[in-house]
């Protein structure tokens, strides 16, 4: 794995919907990613998209925007001849916080909505199944 040197920047929560529904233990629960990259402020941001879904029906949906300052000199030694790509193994571990931060704001806006879906914990999120090719941003 690289070694990669970060803070967390922001969160930006967007996009909650909840409906109350009694099929818990039906309930079909998917997640994405997508990644973004700003040279000029030194950023990445993992967008991720979780939803639990009753059949067709949308029972929660939330997307949350994660933001890491990465270190300039770090940023700039992945970019070669006006690309950068950032290994999937960086952008596993930079989903791995969202994931986290994703957990607790489902849970804490579920039971502040009264959503029986706050008794669910966000099931575990195999990131090495979901996130398996390098980020490639062209710059030229």
């Given amino acids: ?28 629960f998917s997640v994405s990613f997508q990644f973004k990259v700003s040279v000029e402020e030194t950023a990445v941001c993992c967008i991720s998209h979780y939803e639990y879904k009753f059949g067709e029906e949308d029972v929660m949906l939330f997307d949350l925007e994660c933001y890491f300052k990465i270190q300039q000199d770090y940023l700039h030694s992945l970019i070669k001849e006006g690309v950068l790509t950032i290994d999937a193994d960086i952008l596993q571990y930079l989903a791995t916080i969202a994931v986290g931060a994703a957990r607790g704001e489902i849970h804490a806006r579920c039971e502040k909505e009264g959503s029986p879906i706050q008794s669910i914990v966000l099931p575990p999120v195999n990131l090495t199944e979901i996130i398996t090719t390098p980020a490639v941003f062209n710059f030229e």
């Avoid at 922001?10 to 409906?19: I, M, P």
């Fill in 1 to 28: 794995m690289s070694v990669i040197e970060y803070k967390i920047d922001k969160l930006v929560s967007k996009g909650f919907y909840v409906k109350n529904t009694k099929h818990l233990d039906k309930l079909k």
